[in-house]
């Protein structure tokens, strides 16, 4: 389920798990039914485009490369003004040995991921191939560039560089050696520990803070529009870190209640009001996140084929029967297996129900 109109249900086949050491299962997740990106684990900290910072006119940042963007797509694809490294494709050969299948983390509608180590440096890094026919093409490689270029928080994914030769299109990014969260919540290998409730609510609050920086604190403001399981990665201590930026748009400024723009996204993960009408606003994000979170509680996927039909649709079925206080309070001990204080019988269920609610309904 990567990227596709998300009012329907793509019927994408989940590529089968390939996970090399205890890196990050599938860190790519990017692959996971959706697909996107995967991240590395050295914190190459790649500073803001120096018209974000220093600009008078950090406004048209963003905007105004979203419009070479849609002039330079057509040409060669070439981001410009990024401040990101730019690798020869050659490069990225050597650091995966030839795209070696023993490197390979996962794919997705977007393409394939890599780990891979750079020669000059040693360092670790997740590489992401675009499929030449997939869902991403030039103008969402030079979106996903141009935002983390931009970009500068602990709870995105740092982009390292990227490369744009030929007709070759490949992004480098930190490597996240657990993974993505959507590898802890679901189709756990037996290997694999469940995440305790103290983690599941570390998680959340990071990524909450992730995409308050890009509604709040990026110039312009910046709508995620693929907020999902499988796009936030873990790194050391489970720190989360939003990853794929592909679809990623300028919101609404001044006067402007939205911005119009065709559906895309993940099923299940779709606000309905931008799925019917296409019209973007900073709330789909919280939609998204809402429904996120409502996984984190219970353990359940957005959308699970594999349930009967009235429970396939998580938001369905959360808005449906479950959330009495007191079935909610037995399906997440079920789920968490917790058997200890840490998890206090009603308050939290209540507290993180109610909360659900709120934003399934902003």
Known sequence: ?????????????????????????????????????????????????????????VNQSLAAKEVDVNKKSSTDGEPEGVNARKFKFAELVTATENFKSDYFLGEGGFGKVYKGKLEDTGQIVAIKQLDQNGCQGIREFVVEVVTLSMADHDNLVKLIGYCADGD???LVYEYMRLGSLEDHLHDLRPSTKRLDWNTRMKIAAGAAQGLEYLHDKMKPPVIYR??????????????????DFGLAKVGPSGEQTHVSTRVMGTYGYCAPDYAMTGQ????????????VLLEIITGRKAIDNMRSAAEQNLVAWGNGVVFRQEIAVLVILNHLRE????????????YYHKLYLRLIKY
Do not use: W
């Open 226 to 243: 693929d907020l999902k399981c499988s796009n936030i990665l873990l790194g050391e201590g489970y720190h989360p870190k939003l990853s």
């Open 1 to 57: 389920m990567g990227c596709f109109p998300c009012s329907g249900d793509p019927s994408i086949k989940k590529p089968e798990k390939k996970r090399n050491d205890n890196n990050n299962n599938n860190n790519t997740n990017h692959n996971k039914r959706d697909d996107q990106i995967q991240p590395t684990t050295d914190t190459l900290k790649v500073s803001p485009h120096k018209g974000v910072k220093d600009s008078k006119n």
């Open 168 to 170: 070759q299109r490949l």
């Open 339 to 350: 058997r200890d204080h840490q998890f206090s019988v009603g308050k939290p269920a209540g």
């Open 280 to 291: 973007l606003t900073f709330k789909s994000d919280i939609y998204s996140f809402g429904v």
